[in-house]
């Protein structure tokens, strides 16, 4: 079984509505990181967050938030979804640094804003 | 503001050829340099990363060389092979109690047999 999921894998969502993007891990991290990827643009992050009550915005947090409702699950939502932000969206994976600072990737959600 | 910037946007290697992605940053506070490889429909792996301390590290086809002075580094691909037609990130982060990277825009590499 993966390590990092995420569901949906793909979304078709109309202007306005409100959507939830879900990420699950089972490396036992504390760190989880919700990116967004665009064409040309490469992965910017949006939020992260280092335990459950540790939340912190990303260079992009504008229209996005987000909930940590256990270690291993990290949720991304969209209040108002709008077509710009029409994209492929990633949830990552880290452990407290120890020399390691590898991050471990989900295999993305396809979201489609019209 | 881009803080690590990627060049070739693309690059079309033959089989058995030397594929060199660039990249430049401009903290010099970032202390943690990995390469992501990422095949289509899937998510970013890291491929190989190295601090400052070094000027080069290889892993197997794998190369990056490091100039802290240019603030730039590199990463070779010896011997490309089609499997390795993929997009490559570069990144940069301040490591330690942040961890938060900053990607570079990508290349994407085709590897013609």
């Known amino acids: 079984d993966a390590d990092v999921t995420q569901t949906p894998r793909n979304r078709i969502t109309k202007t306005g509505k409100r959507i939830m993007l879900e990420c699950s891990q089972t490396?036992?991290?504390?760190?989880m990181y919700w990116y967004r990827q665009d064409p040309g643009l490469g992965l910017r992050l949006i939020y992260y967050s280092f335990d459950v009550k540790d939340i912190n915005k990303g260079e992009i947090s504008d229209g996005y938030s987000v909930s940590r409702q256990a270690q291993a699950k990290f949720s991304l939502s969209l209040e108002s979804a709008i077509p710009n932000q029409t994209a492929l969206y990633f949830c990552?994976?880290?452990?407290?640094?120890?020399?390691?600072?590898?991050?471990?990737f989900g295999p993305g959600t396809r979201l489609t804003v019209t | 503001q881009q803080q690590v910037k990627q060049s070739p946007q693309s690059l079309i290697v033959q089989k058995g050829g030397i594929s060199i992605i660039n990249c430049a940053y401009e903290n010099t506070a970032f202390d943690y340099f990995p390469w992501y490889q990422q095949f289509p429909g899937k998510g970013p792996a890291l491929l190989i990363a190295?601090?400052?301390?070094?000027s080069e590290k290889k892993e197997g086809r794998f190369t990056i060389s490091f100039n802290k002075s240019a603030k730039q580094f590199s990463l070779h691909i010896m011997d490309s092979q089609p499997g390795d037609s993929a997009t490559y990130f570069c990144?940069?982060?301040?490591?330690?109690?942040?961890?938060?990277?900053?990607f570079g825009t990508g290349t994407l590499l085709a590897v013609q047999p």
């Open positions: 990144a940069a982060s301040r490591g330690g109690a942040t961890n938060k990277l900053i």
């Open positions: 190295i601090r400052p301390d070094v």
């Open positions: 490396k036992g991290h504390d760190r």
């Open positions: 990552a994976t880290s452990a407290p640094t120890g020399g390691n600072d590898e991050q471990y």
